[in-house]
């Protein structure tokens, strides 16, 4: 399975953008789409995922209220839509393939494919 993310870019504090993830050679209901991010100087996190087919979404803290995932089966498409952006969302966004599991209050993991990340700034 190949990913290609797209629509980071620069964006005011409190802005909106929409990343997208296009797929091929597989669809994401067989891996389930994830996003994770890396901000400067810190390790890459998970910030989202499906964790089936009926559409159960599960967000880190420190995105959730503010950004949603999504997805078009027609299209093999899964985007990010990320609102009330906040200075610390600014980093490197990657789409992902794979599975997670929400155990407890803890969302683990297990990811197949990886996309080339897409930039995101949010600037003051």
């Known amino acids: 399975v190949q990913l290609q993310a797209s629509g980071g870019g620069l964006v005011q504090t409190g802005g909106s953008l929409r990343l997208s993830c296009a797929a091929s050679?597989?669809?994401?209901?067989?891996?389930?789409p994830a996003w994770f991010r890396q901000a400067p100087g810190k390790e890459r996190e998970g910030i989202s995922c499906?964790?089936?087919?009926?559409?159960?979404?599960h967000y880190a803290d420190s995105v959730k209220g503010r950004f949603t995932i999504s997805r078009d089966n027609a299209k093999n498409t899964v985007y990010l839509q990320m609102n009330s952006l906040k200075s610390e969302d600014t980093g490197v966004y990657y789409c992902?393939?794979?599975?997670?599991?929400?155990?407890?209050?803890?969302?683990?993991?297990?990811?197949?494919?990886w996309g080339k990340g897409t930039l995101v700034t949010v600037s003051s």
């Open positions: 992902a393939a794979g599975a997670c599991a929400l155990v407890g209050n803890v969302l683990y993991y297990d990811m197949y494919y």
């Open positions: 050679g597989g669809t994401f209901r067989t891996y389930r």
């Open positions: 499906t964790t089936s087919n009926d559409g159960t979404t």
